[in-house]
């Protein structure tokens, strides 16, 4: 089946630095989907992409979605301790038959030291 | 997270009973999708349904387990006889319409563990 890799696996940072985390795959997706997980509860999307080399900011984060439509990073600047959770990246298949499915990597891991 | 009601949020069960994960999906959204989280995994896709209809099952195990999201009423999954690989978060995804990943709203899951 379709697999996404996503590096690092975990990251344990100091606030105020920068953090990029990225994901790869050897399928293609039509969009490229950022969440966020804290502890006990479901996905956040943080960031949506929809057009191969798109580049897309939330506040402190940017998010770009790789002109071969299979890879796409995400960048967070000046961190800060609630950055804290996991940060997973998703892709969703091509619409076949009715469904829109994602595909989601296994997670980069933030710590943020104060 | 707010919006997608999942209940109960712990459940525990031994193995050989059955397992019933609610869904209500928010307001107007008629599209639900299931996904499981093992541990220290991502999570992977089950099913798709709309109301009174299974669109996607691609992803659900052939046996024990099986989805319902009826006219009226929460998106259902049921696990019969539960075993040890059970154990995991099952989280529900509402949307207002299939072709819409930025509709695609999470709930806060069900943690199941089987003992």
């Known amino acids: 089946g379709q697999q996404l890799n996503q590096s690092p696996q975990s990251m344990f940072i100091q606030e105020g630095e920068d953090v990029s985390m990225n994901c790869t795959s050897s399928?293609?997706?039509?969009?490229w989907l950022w969440y966020k997980q804290e502890p006990g509860e479901g996905p956040v999307l943080l960031i949506a992409l929809y057009k191969a080399g798109e580049l897309t900011s939330n506040g402190r984060l940017t998010a770009q979605f790789g002109i071969t439509r299979k890879d796409s990073f995400l960048n967070i600047s000046a961190s800060i301790p609630s950055d804290v959770g996991i940060y997973f990246c998703?892709?969703?298949?091509?619409?076949?038959?009715?469904?829109?499915?994602?595909?989601f990597g296994k997670g980069t891991k933030l710590t943020v030291n104060p | 997270n707010a919006g997608v009601m999942q209940n109960p949020r712990h459940l525990v069960r031994r193995r050989g009973q059955e397992a019933r994960l609610r869904c209500s999906p928010m307001?107007?959204?008629?599209?639900v999708y299931w996904y499981r989280q093992l541990p220290e995994e991502g999570l992977k896709f089950m099913v798709y349904?709309?109301?009174?209809?299974?669109?996607?099952e691609s992803g659900m195990p052939k046996e024990r387990f099986s989805a319902e999201f009826p006219k009226e009423g929460p998106s259902i999954l049921r696990i019969q006889q539960v075993v040890r690989g059970d154990s995991a978060a099952y989280f529900c995804?509402?949307?207002?319409?299939?072709?819409?990943?930025?509709?695609?709203?999470f709930g806060s899951g069900t943690r199941l563990t089987v003992v």
């Open positions: 998703a892709g969703q298949t091509p619409y076949q038959g009715g469904s829109e499915k994602l595909v």
């Open positions: 307001k107007g959204h008629s599209h």
């Open positions: 349904l709309q109301k009174e209809n299974i669109i996607d």
């Open positions: 399928s293609i997706f039509n969009t």
């Open positions: 995804a509402s949307s207002p319409r299939g072709r819409d990943s930025y509709g695609y709203t």
